[in-house]
């Protein structure tokens, strides 16, 4: 069973510009987080996605947006990049059986690196 | 406002020792607590996952306990081995679902 995908691995963006990241989770799996991990900071929660639907935003500017596809595949978009966006971001998918909140296990991709020079 | 402490930050210790691994959190009202493991620069791996209802898990070396209404959990690593040496993160997942990450344990093993 394939685990959770994560692409690119590594980027390296200038100040300004955008960037789309992908996530394709476990089949069957309908929820998607995703968090943001720095050494400051550690893990940050950005937002949650069941069904297309956002169902919770963390604390992060309105830079930082995500859309779920009907196939459960995720993106997330910052868009006028800044230095401090410079972080490993982590995205996570989960088994839910409706849209209740008792969650099974979370599962992880192995992330995208994000530079910004 | 859920906030979770994880302690040691660090923990040095040789080959074959059993070791504890400490989570605390501030609002018992959770749905469930994981334990992960982070090897440098790659993604987060599951351990162990602990619900509201149950008071421990076991896999293989490994052991997590629950104690909602103090607001602990416990991970237990008998044995400890070189391969072992990792970051070890818990997270607790309240109603808003989400996980509230600990800053996590970084443990290295001393062959």
């Known amino acids: 069973k394939a685990g959770v995908t994560q692409t690119p691995r590594y980027l390296i963006k200038t100040r300004g510009q955008q960037v789309t990241l992908s996530c394709s989770p476990i089949s069957g799996h309908r929820s998607v987080s995703w968090y943001q991990q720095t050494p400051g900071q550690g893990l940050q929660f950005l937002f949650e996605y069941f069904s297309e639907t956002q169902r919770n935003k963390g604390n992060f500017p309105g830079r930082f947006s995500g859309r779920q596809f009907s196939n459960s595949r995720s993106e997330m978009n910052v868009s006028t990049l800044e230095l401090g966006d410079s972080a490993l971001y982590l995205c996570?998918?989960?088994?839910?059986?409706?849209?209740?909140?008792?969650?099974?296990?979370?599962?992880f991709g192995q992330g995208t690196r994000l530079t910004v020079v | 406002k859920q906030e979770v402490t994880q302690i040691p930050a660090a923990l040095s210790v040789p080959e074959g020792e059993n070791l504890v691994l400490n989570c605390s959190f501030t609002d018992s009202a959770i749905y469930n607590l994981q334990w992960f493991r982070q090897d440098p620069g790659k993604g987060l791996t599951s351990l162990l996952l602990?619900?509201?209802?149950?008071r421990e898990q076991t896999s293989g070396r490994l052991n997590a306990s629950l104690d909602k209404s103090s607001g602990r959990s416990t991970l237990y690593i008998a044995a400890s081995q070189p391969g072992d040496s990792a970051t070890y993160l818990c997270?607790?997942?309240?109603?808003?679902?989400?996980?509230?990450f600990g800053t996590g344990t970084r443990l290295k093993v001393l062959a």
């Open positions: 602990i619900q509201s209802s149950q």
């Open positions: 997270a607790v997942k309240s109603g808003t679902y989400k996980y509230i």
């Open positions: 996570a998918s989960s088994f839910l059986v409706s849209q209740g909140r008792v969650g099974t296990e979370a599962f």
